[in-house]
Antibody, heavy 118, light 107 residues
Framework: QVQLVESGGGLVKPGGSLRLSCAAS????????MSWIRQAPGKGLEWVSY????????NYADSVKGRFTISRDNAQNSLYLQMNGLRAEDTALYYC???????????WGQGTLVTVSS | IVLTQSPGTLSLSPGERATLSCRASQSVSSNYLAWYQQKPGQAPRLLIYGASSRATGIPDRFSGSGSGTDFTLTISRLDPEDFAVFYC?????????FGQGTRVEIK
């Protein structure tokens, strides 16, 4: 079955950097677009970024553009999110999700928590 | 595209019908509108895609309808396990956007 496992979250100071990873299994990773979505504590969902199946196309929310970089390694079945210039408002649970054949987000990981605080 | 969900909270009893609304600030391309359910401490789960198609394994008491700017999620008879927060999302135009959520709570 499809499994997505995020890692790499933690506590970081404002202005710092963090790299999130998402390990995928149970499907042909290289066939699917992948995405990062975040959820601030007690708040709703916010789309962050997505990447095409080959990695050639990426897209970002305005709130993270120029600071975050999404990438993938299809040989390792892994998705990444490099986060630089972190701000307090980036504090959230970060989910990786698969964009399915329906183009909606049909599988989600359990999330990794990023806390930005001094 | 801004998605506005209503009501913010719905208080209902098991067995009752739930009707959730999602209104878009502009037309959603190709009816690329999805609904997700999120229970406390869990990741969201896809319920409906393409405005009206049920995702794999989703019970038929969940149904989606609508087009253009007005969409509805209906739960025909609430099961105790259905109480949760529900989000709509449009994925037809970048940036993808989510509604703010509707909480369905036990009355």
């Amino acid at each position: 079955q499809v499994q997505l496992v995020e890692s790499g979250g933690g506590l970081v100071k404002p202005g710092g950097s963090l790299r999130l990873s998402c390990a995928a299994s149970g499907f042909t990773f290289s066939d699917f677009y992948m995405s990062w979505i975040r959820q601030a504590p007690g708040k709703g969902l916010e789309w962050v970024s997505y990447i095409s199946n080959t990695g050639s196309y990426t897209n970002y929310a305005d709130s993270v553009k120029g600071r975050f970089t999404i990438s993938r390694d299809n040989a390792q079945n892994s998705l990444y999110l490099q986060m630089n210039g972190l701000r307090a408002e980036d504090t959230a649970l970060y989910y990786c999700a698969r964009r399915g054949y329906s183009a909606s987000l049909d599988s989600w990981g359990q999330g990794t928590l990023v806390t930005v605080s001094s | 595209i801004v998605l506005t969900q209503s009501p913010g909270t719905l208080s209902l009893s098991p067995g009752e019908r739930a009707t959730l609304s999602c209104r878009a600030s502009q037309s959603v391309s190709s009816n690329y509108l999805a609904w997700y359910q999120q229970k406390p401490g869990q990741a969201p789960r896809l319920l409906i895609y393409g405005a009206s198609s049920r995702a794999t394994g989703i019970p038929d008491r969940f149904s989606g309808s609508g087009s253009g700017t007005d969409f509805t999620l209906t739960i025909s008879r609430l099961d105790p396990e259905d109480f949760a927060v529900f989000y709509c999302q449009q994925y037809g135009q970048s940036p993808w956007t989510f509604g703010q959520g509707t909480r369905v709570e036990i009355k």
